[in-house]
Nanobody
Framework: QVHVVESGGGLVQAGGSLRLSCAAS????????MGWFRQGPGKEREFVSAISWSGRSTDYADSVKGRFTISRDNAENTVYLQMNSLKPEDTAVYYCAAAITIFSSTYFVSVQEYQYWGQGTQVTVSS
């Protein structure tokens, strides 16, 4: 059992920045690939970004490439999503997810591949 908690959401004007944090705990001996997903009003949950345990492999949805950066601090079991140049279409509930893996270089981009999810944090970008 892994406990995942997101934080850092809020209200920001278009063009602004936010940094989301995700702390995972419960299985200290395991490696976790981590991902960020978001779900806007009336939309399906969609992939935003992912990072491997090693931090050397990352991926981003086309809609956020060049604006968002995912990183992690394994010593703190924390993953970050730095969001810059925010747009109104980025408005959504952002979810952090963890997937236990034995491969340090792998990451996942599908909702179904993650076992543990946070409660979500609201990001609202105003025009």
């Amino acid at each position: 059992q892994v406990h995942v908690v997101e934080s850092g959401g809020g209200l920001v004007q278009a063009g602004g920045s936010l940094r989301l944090s995700c702390a995972a705990s419960g299985r200290a001996t395991s490696m976790y690939a981590m991902g960020w997903f978001r779900q806007g009003p009336g939309k399906e949950r969609e992939f935003v970004s992912a990072i491997s345990w090693s931090g050397r492999s990352t991926d981003y949805a086309d809609s956020v490439k060049g604006r968002f950066t995912i990183s992690r601090d394994n010593a703190e079991n924390t993953v970050y999503l730095q969001m810059n140049s925010l747009k109104p279409e980025d408005t959504a509930v952002y979810y952090c997810a963890a997937a236990i893996t034995i491969f340090s270089s792998t990451y996942f981009v599908s909702v179904q591949e993650y076992q543990y999810w946070g409660q979500g944090t609201q990001v609202t970008v105003s025009s």
